[in-house]
């Protein structure tokens, strides 16, 4: 059974940083791609970043290019995604997410199988 656990949630204020962390168990880590999605008030969830199963490839949704970085540690199955310059539109609940399919190189295309509860970050401005 897939388990995943955020951290790192909180609040900072416009121009601050965050680093959030997904802990993962229940299937090789390594193995499977893994992406960051957040959710805004009153709003759908959408892409944010993600990461080849590797680390060796990266994606990011326009808006946090050159402020987010995606990374994962595959010895300590944890994937972080650290935030910069952070904006008041940056908040929201922010869910980590494996792919379903084994070393499926899709990224932001992946089908998205598994889901952590998700970790508050709120930006003040």
């Known amino acids: 059974q897939v388990q995943l656990v955020e951290s790192g949630g909180g609040l900072v204020q416009a121009g601050g940083s965050l680093r959030l962390s997904c802990a993962a168990s229940g299937r090789t880590f390594s193995n499977y791609d893994m992406a960051w999605f957040r959710q805004a008030p009153g709003r759908g969830r959408e892409f944010t970043a993600a990461i080849s199963w590797s680390g060796g490839t990266t994606s990011y949704e326009d808006s946090v290019k050159g402020r987010f970085t995606i990374s994962r540690d595959n010895a300590k199955n944890t994937t972080y995604l650290q935030m910069r310059n952070l904006r008041p539109e940056d908040t929201g609940v922010y869910y980590c997410?494996?792919?379903?399919?084994?070393?499926?190189?899709?990224?932001?295309?992946?089908?998205?199988?598994?889901w952590g509860q998700g970790t508050q970050v709120t930006v003040s401005s």
């Open positions: 997410a494996q792919d379903a399919l084994r070393k499926s190189l899709l990224l932001r295309n992946a089908r998205y199988e598994y």
